[in-house]
């Protein structure tokens, strides 16, 4: 019991490091795009996720199980996780960090309803529940002049909510994938096609650092770098925590990333959260709840 009881508080641990981690790299992203374009941040954090998840797996494996068996939907989910990158960091860009993640956190509960759709999974009741609960949250969090009596929201508050459907998509493909391929041949593929495909743009889009804004050419190589630093430990953590503890129990804890969040926003770039932006986030975080309650076993002893 002792045994367990530790291991779960160093899953819980893990987590809330990683999603401190999350906050830190979606705050420096914002920083950035002060002075650099949207797809150069998104292409050198795939770049680096990439250098250090290598690294990573090749140290402490020492192999790198490149090959697919489903190549076309490690594509698909790759291309998923690209653009998802860039509505989010263009979201950030324009509208406080603390909006931006608050309509963010939708995804968990599209997940769920592509999961039934697609997957054909089971789902219960008051997970359908929960799933009605939070999109009635993201609705409070996105503004509408019919709910608030202002004026309409910047319309960049849509593109968390397009990450979002972009997101459970690919948290789909990650679980379908997970029955086909080794995971670190998934790991792997996260980051290479955004990286592969935003190649293509840089020559368009590229501007070196140093050479607009007043922060040295350093400082902001030293924030590029821990884009993909603080991404790929992000991943390495949660990978730790769900390996330690049930998903449904740590589900709950990945809400307080809306807490660093709002603390970030505030702190860091005096975006202090209305009312609609936590009343909002507070009834996603019930919603995920609800949707993160354990399946009820039948009565009788049924397996």
Partial sequence: MMARMS?????????????????????????????YPVPQLVFVRFVFHVVFVALAIRVLTGSLPW???????????????????????????????ADATAVGFA????????????????????????????????????RPPFLTGGPAPHWAILLPLCNAMLYAVYQILTRKLASIDDPRTTILHTGVVGAVLLALVQPFVWQWPGSSGPVSAGWIWTGMIALG??????????????????????????????????????????????????????????????????RRRPKGGER
């Fill in 67 to 97: 090959r697919s068996r489903a190549p076309v939907l490690q594509a698909v989910r790759g291309f998923c996780l690209m653009a998802a990158s860039l509505l989010f960091v263009g979201a950030i860009a324009l509208i406080p960090l």
């Fill in 229 to 294: 630093a603080l991404g790929a430990a992000g991943h390495g953590l949660l990978v730790l925590a769900f390996s330690r503890v049930q998903a449904s129990l740590l589900a709950p804890v990945m809400y307080t990333q809306l807490v660093w969040a709002l603390i970030a926003s505030a702190l860091v770039f005096n975006h202090w959260p209305d009312r609609f932006t936590l009343t909002g986030a507070a009834i996603i975080a019930c919603g995920g709840v609800l949707v993160a309650l354990p």
């Fill in 7 to 35: 291991a779960t508080l160093t899953g819980i641990a893990l987590n809330l490091v990683a999603l401190v981690l999350f906050v830190t790299m979606d705050t420096t992203g914002k920083l950035l795009t002060v002075h």
């Fill in 107 to 142: 995804s968990p509960l599209l997940t769920v309803l592509l999961a039934a759709l697609w997957l054909k999974e089971r789902v219960e009741w008051r997970r359908w529940l929960g799933v009605g609960v939070g999109l009635a949250g993201v609705l409070v969090a996105l």
